[in-house]
């Protein structure tokens, strides 16, 4: 079982080119997460969701505070699917989900093929990136992310730059593999309706990098966006998400 410890993080940005003063990603961020759990992040841009994920993987340096990702009390594996696929375009589709592996095996080709079975595309294992349309690609990323058997997995707005219905069915296919494997995920979004179809638990950040809410979703899986009691919790976290527009505009803290 893994756990993910985050304790008064802050991520400053120095002046630069661009932004000729400082920039505050995080703002002394504490939360946690435990267990065979799906906890989407939310927060208009500017609330730090992207540079959360990237010290979670290592990928950067908080200012101060902590992150500590273990599992049976040693550093967990990570799995990071990004917002792009990142896929070798000189490499087939298992190659590419070979490359991030030190070992290399029949059986874990035979693991490869399996997880591209789960996000159906078992057809096109020998094919290359560029003959793959970007939903496609973006399935392989996922199932590369879930054949390192990562304990901890991070997912950054994985969907954001497909059209709704690919969007949709990859949402559907993540669940599938989501339900079968219950990794410990952390997943950024955007997207009310992505968050309240795939998470157990919303964690709302405000601009700044700050905690504003905590939302639990006790709803039934596998979710569609159609369902009732799954559109009623969207409004009510678009209604908790309006109310934290408001509060930065007047200048509250938290609920």
Not at 168 to 173: E, Q, V, W
């Amino acid at each position: 079982m893994a756990t993910v410890l985050i304790e008064n993080l802050t991520k400053v940005y120095p002046p630069s080119l661009n932004h000729p003063t400082q920039v505050q990603a995080l703002g002394g961020l504490n939360m946690s997460v435990t267990g065979n759990v799906f906890v989407a992040i939310v927060g208009p841009s500017g609330s730090g969701k992207t540079t959360l994920l990237n010290i979670v993987a290592g990928v950067e340096r908080p200012t101060s505070g902590s992150v500590r990702a273990l599992h049976e009390g040693v550093p967990a594996q990570i799995g990071y699917v990004f917002q792009e696929p990142r896929l070798l375009p000189w490499r087939t589709v298992v190659d590419n989900m070979l490359y991030v592996q030190d070992r290399k095996s029949d059986q874990l080709r035979r693991e490869a093929e399996f997880y591209l079975k789960m996000v159906g595309l078992s057809e096109v294992s020998h094919l290359y990136p560029s003959q793959l349309s970007g939903g496609m690609q973006q399935r392989v990323g996922i199932a590369r992310a879930f054949l390192v058997n990562p304990d901890v997995l991070l997912l950054d707005e994985p969907f954001s730059h497909l059209d709704s219905l690919t969007g949709r069915a990859l949402r559907d296919y993540l669940q599938r593999i989501w339900l079968q494997t219950r990794k410990t995920a952390l997943f950024v979004t955007h997207d009310v309706t992505e968050a309240v179809e795939l998470a157990d638990r919303i964690v709302m950040l405000r601009p700044g990098g700050v905690a504003y809410d905590d939302i639990p979703i006790d709803l039934p899986r596998p979710r569609r966006p159609d369902d009732p009691a799954v559109r009623d919790m969207q409004a009510e976290v678009i209604s908790r998400f309006d109310a934290m527009g408001a509060a930065v505009r007047f200048g509250a803290q938290s609920r």
